[in-house]
């Protein structure tokens, strides 16, 4: 069964015909060709999936696309077109904190929801943002060290 | 795409209680990030779920005289940013803190760890130390019940046709508490083996172990213990004691073998009297 929903991605209306059982990630990436949201463990565990409803940092695997009717959701397309985006880029590019790439997507979401919240965040909060997020190749200093940057 | 079901986005109570009625299979949603876990992992398969996350009613942290009234959509960020939840019931800000990952925690609600009623939850053992009680909202109105009658066995609540909607806890009753957990790794997992305490007004003590039995778990001879308020490290040896010889956590537990977690424990209840300040130096761990 399918429903239309309203919703707003990266600034753009949407109203779409979306099956009760899709989840948000699978609207993104299959539906709408956003495929900068990666689907890592399907269960909410690895953070590569992330993006914001309504500004708030949550897993797109774990989310139905019915839940998003209404709302507004920003994915790392969106984030890719701000000023803030070429600074965190940056930050990675100084510190190394890239390598295959999969995990980035959600890691960046990550930083742009926590420095939303705060423009100085300390190391502790640095760590409570990321803390949930997996990265199987640089590992997290790396990353770690590119946020203090943006700091 | 998980296995096809109806959604509904419900607008108010009666409407949740309507479906339930007629459906023998429906399920409610909140936050979502046990169940559509469990939907994709093919472990329940409702024909339709009831998305309750509107629902006002079931929203907020209310103090009212001595009480703490905490609405079951409360998600974990907003207790833990919750200064009351941090000034008068530190173990559940303890908990919040532990809970899950950043964004998990955005979407997780208190109520949906509560009604999943997992062995381990951060909010098993500490409202049960906390003497919670719940109120639970139906089409015959409102029922209030202890936590340890709501909350029988794994997975296991008292609801029929019926939401949680809040979960109540006396603050004049329970003076200090303190949670500790210990899991593989900080940044997200689920407790390996939990320990909640609560000092009550009466200088008495509740204590709770999660993941050892079934749901979480209290013995009376272990609270008397530190009723005493003298603890040597005799104290923490008759403790011990009284956990081998009363709990035997499941063998086939991924995450840690019985005899592991029965001496963490006694460390975690430890560590909880340290919290509330009533462990000396002395004593060991």
């Not at chain 2, 009753?173 to 940044?187: A, C, F, P, Q």
């Amino acid at each position: 069964m399918a429903k239309k929903i309203n919703t707003t991605i990266n600034d753009k209306d949407y109203e779409l015909e979306v099956p009760y059982q899709m989840s948000l990630l699978e609207l993104l990436r299959e539906e709408l060709h956003l495929t900068g949201a990666k689907e890592g463990c399907g269960n909410g565990e690895c953070g590569a999936c992330t993006v914001l409803i309504n500004n708030e940092a949550v897993r797109s695997c774990i989310v139905l696309a019915h839940e998003v009717d209404g709302k507004e959701v920003i994915t790392i397309e969106g984030v890719k077109k701000t000023g803030e985006f070429k600074k965190i880029r940056d930050a990675f590019a100084a510190e190394d904190a890239v390598q295959c790439g999969f995990c980035t997507p959600g890691f960046v979401m990550a930083i742009k929801a926590l420095l939303d919240r705060t423009k100085s965040p300390t190391d502790e909060e640095i760590k409570e943002a990321l803390g949930g997020h997996l990265c199987r190749c640089t590992g997290y200093e790396s990353i770690h060290k590119a946020v203090k940057r943006l700091v | 795409m998980f296995s096809p079901f109806e959604y509904v986005k419900a607008e108010n109570l009666e409407e949740v209680f309507e479906i339930l009625e007629e459906n023998d299979d429906a399920q409610i949603i909140a936050g979502g990030t046990d169940l559509l876990v469990k939907l994709r992992e093919a472990k329940r398969s409702p024909k339709t779920l009831i998305d309750i996350k509107e629902l006002e009613e079931l929203k907020g942290i209310k103090k009212e005289k001595n009480k703490i009234k905490i609405g079951a959509l409360t998600t974990i960020t907003e207790l833990k940013n919750s200064e009351l939840i941090k000034n008068e019931l530190f173990a559940l800000y303890q908990a919040a803190s532990d809970f899950g990952c950043y964004e998990i925690r955005n979407r997780a609600t208190i109520g949906g760890n509560i009604v999943h009623a997992s062995p381990g939850a951060e909010f098993g053992v500490t409202v049960f130390a906390l003497d919670a009680k719940v109120e639970v909202v139906g089409q015959d109105g409102i029922k209030e019940y202890p936590i340890d009658e709501f909350w029988y066995d794994v997975g296991k609540v008292k609801l029929k046709n019926e939401l949680l909607k809040s979960i109540i806890i006396d603050i004049e009753e329970n003076t200090k508490s303190s949670y500790h957990r210990l899991s593989r790794v900080d940044g997200m997992d689920l407790a390996v083996v939990n320990t909640a305490l609560a000092k009550k007004s009466d200088g008495s003590y509740k204590s709770y172990f999660g993941t050892v039995a079934r749901t979480p778990y209290r013995n009376k001879e272990i609270d008397k213990l530190l009723n005493d308020n003298n603890y040597t490290n005799e104290t923490f040896k008759k403790i011990q004691k009284i956990v081998d010889e009363n709990v035997s956590p499941r063998a086939s537990s991924l995450r840690a073998s019985p005899e592991y977690k029965k001496k963490m424990v006694v460390s975690l209840l430890k560590r909880c009297l340290r919290d509330i300040g009533e462990l000396g130096d002395d004593i060991d761990g």
